[in-house]
């Protein structure tokens, strides 16, 4: 580390826990973020701010006005950008030192397999089950840390499910694919600007945790918000042996 990088990151380097080794690991480090919306915004921020080294964002919407109340990644003047490269410039302006991948499109499986891969944890911050499973899903095949969060209307939720530890539950253990689901969106439910803030900077901490080796991160566990009471609950799951997608591990 440099000069200047001891000082962007001197607060980072002052925590016990933490130190320039831990820096270090997080200047090395390759995150992948699928979207970069409400949740994937408040992460990117967070984990480029903190030193992350190489990040990729993979999204293939455009900003809308509506965006605009919670996904600060984003301003007006970029109304019409894909979202994508619109955080890339954001990300730059913020710490030029973080080298950023727009991925303008939706990752197909081949597509997303090759970027889970060369990943060394995924943040999945998408707001469809289909996509989730199929993060999972490339989690899992590639035995890398996958760190999710939800938000809508006042309620969030974050975990870890962290494929590198042999008895770890995947994403499909706690809530198993199914056609029947209902799917909730921001667009015709709602949500609180401030949650997707909370939900976002959380996966952020969880990231730099997992990357770094520090603490204990939430796997086996979900941390649920209610928002509008703020109040905390925390929900425990186990690997389902029988799971389609991880009881092969």
């Not at 889970?116 to 499973?133: E, Q």
């Not at 899992?140 to 006042?154: N, Q």
């Not at 520090?214 to 928002?227: F, K, T, Y």
């Amino acid at each position: 580390m440099d000069d200047l990088q001891l000082l962007r990151y001197a607060r980072h380097i002052l925590l016990d826990e933490f130190g320039i080794e831990a820096q270090e690991r997080l200047l090395a480090a390759r995150v992948l973020i699928v979207g970069a919306g409400g949740l994937g915004s408040p992460a990117a921020f967070y984990l480029a701010s903190s030193g992350v080294g190489h990040i990729v964002l993979a999204d293939d919407d455009e900003v809308e006005l509506g965006n605009l109340q919670r996904q600060i990644l984003h301003t007006t003047d970029r109304i019409g950008w894909a979202k994508a490269e619109s955080g890339k410039l954001m990300l730059a302006q913020l710490n030029p030192e973080t080298q950023v991948q727009a991925l303008v499109r939706r990752l197909d499986d081949e597509a997303l397999a090759e970027q889970v891969a060369l990943a060394d944890l995924v943040l999945d911050c998408c707001d469809n089950f289909a996509t989730r499973h199929a993060v999972n899903r490339a989690c899992v095949a590639h035995r890398k840390p996958l760190v999710s969060g939800a938000a809508i209307r006042f309620a969030g939720q974050v975990s870890v499910f962290d494929m590198r530890i042999d008895d770890a539950p995947c994403y499909h253990c706690l809530f198993p694919e199914a056609d029947d689901v209902e799917e909730l969106r921001c667009a015709t439910t709602g949500v609180l600007a401030p949650l997707v803030g909370i939900v976002g900077s959380m996966q952020a901490a969880e990231a730099i945790k997992v990357l770094t080796g520090m603490g204990e991160p939430l796997v086996g566990r979900m941390l649920c918000l209610d928002a509008l009471s703020m109040q905390w609950n925390t929900v425990r799951f186990k690997r389902d042996p029988a799971c389609p997608v991880c009881s092969s591990r």
